[in-house]
């Protein structure tokens, strides 16, 4: 079996390959910055660390949004992977039931499987979503899916369900409303919570000035 460090080497290098042409929101940038975040967090917890590494590195190795909706595929390719270089049967498990239940999916979603581990891994993932990243890259799937920025005449839907979720192509700046704020309250560690609390208030000061500027006030 490879030593933890290399494991993680590998995993990267793996990573950055498969993404390598992955939409700009979700490419191996994403991936680095969830990695970083997730180092950050575990830092205040007890967590199997090669657990959440790996679960951070492969969350979104194959985002069902960008495969036509197939929520297998990012499991099985992690599964695929860990099994090459050896990994243990409970690891890879354990991995690919975060990569599974990681994904904010709608407001009515819910999730088959719970563990600090994912716990720190969605954290990490959802503060990759908040902030001024997470507004960039809002924006920059918008555009990806040439949705409109915003129509005053189309309000956000907040009791969506998964499969309404996954298939609205709502403009931009609803996604704020069906999402991004709602993380904030739905942070599981101190650590994730307090840097969601900072990022959420800059996605508010962001929406006031926004909303200022498209009605001339600003």
Do not use: C
Request: no cysteine; charged share 30%.
């Amino acid at each position: 079996m490879p030593s933890k460090s290399n494991l993680i080497e590998r995993t990267i290098a793996f990573v950055q390959k498969e993404l390598a042409t992955a939409e700009g929101g979700h490419d191996w940038f994403h991936i680095e910055r969830v990695y970083k975040n997730t180092i950050a967090i575990a830092k205040t917890e007890t967590v199997d660390e090669e657990v959440v590494l790996l679960g951070a590195l492969l969350h979104d190795i194959a985002d069902a949004k960008f495969h036509d909706g197939d929520e297998t595929l990012g499991p099985k390719k992690a599964r695929q992977f860990l099994e090459g270089e050896g990994v243990s049967r409970e690891v890879i498990n354990h991995v690919v039931a975060i990569i599974e239940n990681v994904s904010f999916k709608g407001g009515n979603a819910t999730k088959s499987f719970d563990s600090l581990e994912l716990r720190v891994v969605q954290d990490a993932d959802r503060l990759d979503a908040l902030g001024a990243i997470g507004i960039a890259r809002t924006f920059n799937y918008g555009g990806f899916k040439n949705r409109s920025l915003y129509d005053p005449s189309i309000p956000p839907k907040l009791d969506m369900t998964p499969e309404e979720y996954r298939a609205s192509k709502a403009p931009t700046i609803n996604h704020f409303y069906e999402k991004l704020l709602l993380l904030k309250d739905l942070m599981h560690t101190e650590t994730g919570k307090k840097m969601a609390q900072q990022r959420h208030s800059y996605m508010e000061d962001f929406l006031s000035r926004f909303y200022a500027e498209w009605n001339g006030e600003a």
